[in-house]
């Protein structure tokens, strides 16, 4: 009996050892397929992000065109602090009513539908979105169009009350010349997020460059007697190119259909609004602190308004090509993730998106805070632009590229977000960051004793640098996780490179002191790149090594 009992027990331990290796095999076959979807994913959003991002690099390179022609005609003059004012308030008609909170809640529900098939369904959605926000602008710019007065005087010049009539009335004049581009935005605004739902970035990446040329043309071509208008004009002519660029890819998408008659009826519908609330909130938060920099930067004098806005462009230009790249190509995989379940997988792919940004966004910092006098004198100085509008914007640049990092976090954390269809946790992170920016917008100006406006610029890269930590920490935790050492060892490689890098910037633009701004800048961008592509191959980033590895296989395959 003991025999048979110890003969049992045997049979069971080996029972039980078998059961524990298949479980263990099926569990590491698991991970394994894990691992292979999440490289698969990633994959697919670097070769999407590496088109993007190559859009996004030519429509740079366009709007410093863009950049170098306003500046030469207008310089920072009282007449650009009126454009640069009206502009304020079309963008925040724009962003409150579409812009990133249509995108943020449209392309998950989107997509979730694409990814199940559900094509009527989705083009059902797409319709009463594109109806409904139809219906709404127009509404609104109505409406902004006959209280415009009002808007100006007692909102954007209130701290102002000196303001000539003139100013003022030049104002009011581009601002409804402007409103009709909130319209044009907000449909382009949604193709562009049916386009990107269909895997298609090209297009919709190079609709920005569209808009620049615009106003190139408007100040180019249009009579110089039109003196700012001719800006107001270019931005029409943009926003149209900005829709026109994409519209024949949306007419080609497979199954495309168009009803007329759906709106706010649509369940779908209706949910995509109900998400769009928590980032209409947040929007509203960003845009009134643009607008509230806008105002203090007017009461500060002349030239001041416009040196910030400039410089937040150029600060802008780094930020879209690698975080807006890198975030546009993620949202709708990351959002078929999630749909799908594929947790892990979703952690892997978000875990690698904010590697690879965080590895250009600190060589990034570094760089352009080194160089930021010769790059503004490159772009900008010329005609109307001398050298104390230089002064005035690379003094703002410093500021804000101190924030370039905490920018790039923000645009691809709130992505995350976003594709769980939580649309409110990055909003009240935010409306708390953006509340602390104005506020320390008022502190800061009172304490920069040289050149004020900088301190608008030190009080948006404090704001957002918190609020990239505090998306961080709550991602982590809701996650459980998000591959720490990863992360840290990127941070701390690319700090070290970057550290290398700054030294041969600056020891080539002390050795090329007195010497042409060109030669400096681009001398020290290229021996810059240099440096930090070595020293992260030295230190075995795996991201650079993967590159020239695809770029090895490409080659044997052609030869």
């Not at 962003?95 to 539908?113: D, E, K, R, V, W």
């Not at 000539?164 to 605004?189: A, D, K, W, Y």
């Not at 700012?228 to 829709?243: E, M, N, Q």
């Not at 976090?409 to 939580?422: C, P």
């Amino acid at each position: 009996m003991k025999q048979k009992n110890n003969h049992l027990n045997d049979q069971v331990h080996d029972d039980v050892t078998s059961a524990q290796a298949d479980s263990s095999e099926q569990t590491l076959e698991l991970m394994v397929e894990q691992s292979e979807q999440a490289s698969k994913a990633g994959r697919q959003i670097a070769r999407a992000a590496s088109v993007v991002m190559l859009a996004y690099v030519f429509s740079t390179l366009i709007g410093i065109l863009r950049g170098m022609v306003v500046s030469g005609a207008f310089g920072t003059s009282a007449d650009l602090d009126s454009f640069n004012a009206a502009n304020r308030v079309t963008e925040l008609l724009f962003n409150l009513t579409a812009g990133g909170a249509l995108g943020s809640a449209f392309i998950p529900m989107f997509t979730g539908m694409l990814t199940k098939r559900e094509e009527n369904k989705a083009w059902r959605l797409a319709s009463g979105v594109m109806n409904t926000l139809v219906i709404i602008l127009i509404i609104v710019a109505a409406l902004m169009w006959v209280f415009a007065p009002a808007i100006v005087e007692k909102g954007l010049f209130v701290l102002t009350p000196g303001t000539q009539v003139t100013q003022i009335e030049l104002t009011v004049r581009l601002l409804r010349i402007m409103l009709p581009t909130v319209i044009i935005f907000g449909v382009s605004g949604l193709v562009m997020g049916i386009l990107n739902a269909h895997q298609v970035f090209l297009w919709p990446a190079l609709a920005p460059s569209a808009y620049s040329l615009g106003i190139i043309l408007g100040v180019l071509l249009l009579p110089k007697s039109m003196g700012i208008d001719r800006l107001a004009y270019g931005t029409l002519i943009g926003a149209a190119g900005h829709f026109l660029l994409q519209a024949p890819t949306l007419f080609k998408l497979p199954k495309r259909a168009y009803f007329i008659g759906e709106g706010l009826k649509n369940k779908a519908t209706r949910q995509v609004f109900k998400l769009m609330l928590p980032r209409i909130l947040g929007a509203s938060v960003v845009q009134l602190n643009f607008v509230a920099n806008t105002i203090i930067g007017l009461s500060l004098g002349e030239g001041a308004a416009s040196a910030v806005t400039w410089a937040f462009t150029l600060m802008l230009m780094p930020q879209a090509a690698i975080a807006q790249s890198a975030g546009t190509a993620s949202l709708p995989t990351l959002s078929a993730q999630y749909e799908l379940g594929q947790h892990e997988q979703f952690k892997q792919t978000l875990t690698g998106i904010i590697r690879a940004v965080m590895l250009l966004a600190i060589p990034a910092t570094v760089g352009m805070i080194l160089l930021r006098v010769p790059l503004v004198q490159v772009i900008y100085e010329r005609g109307q632009f001398d050298a104390t509008s230089t002064a005035m914007v690379s003094w703002a640049l410093l500021w804000y590229v101190a924030g370039l990092v905490g920018h790039c976090l923000v645009e691809v954390l709130s992505r995350g977000y976003y594709a769980m269809q939580d649309t409110r946790t990055p909003v009240i992170v935010g409306v708390l960051a953006m509340g602390l920016n104005i506020a320390l917008s008022f502190l800061f100006v009172r304490l920069f004793t040289y050149m004020p406006h900088g301190g608008l610029a030190l009080a948006n890269s404090v704001a957002t640098a918190l609020e990239s930590i505090v998306l961080m920490v709550i991602l982590r935790k809701r996650l459980d996780g998000l591959g720490g050492k990863n992360l840290f060892n990127a941070i701390w490689k690319s700090l070290l490179a970057s550290a290398v890098m700054g030294g041969v910037i600056w020891a080539w633009m002390s050795l090329m002191a007195g010497r042409s701004k060109y030669l400096v800048l681009l001398g020290g961008g290229v021996l810059g790149l240099l440096a930090y592509g070595l020293m992260i191959w030295f230190l075995k980033v795996p991201e650079l090594r993967a590159i020239f590895a695809r770029i090895k296989q490409r080659l044997a395959r052609a030869g």
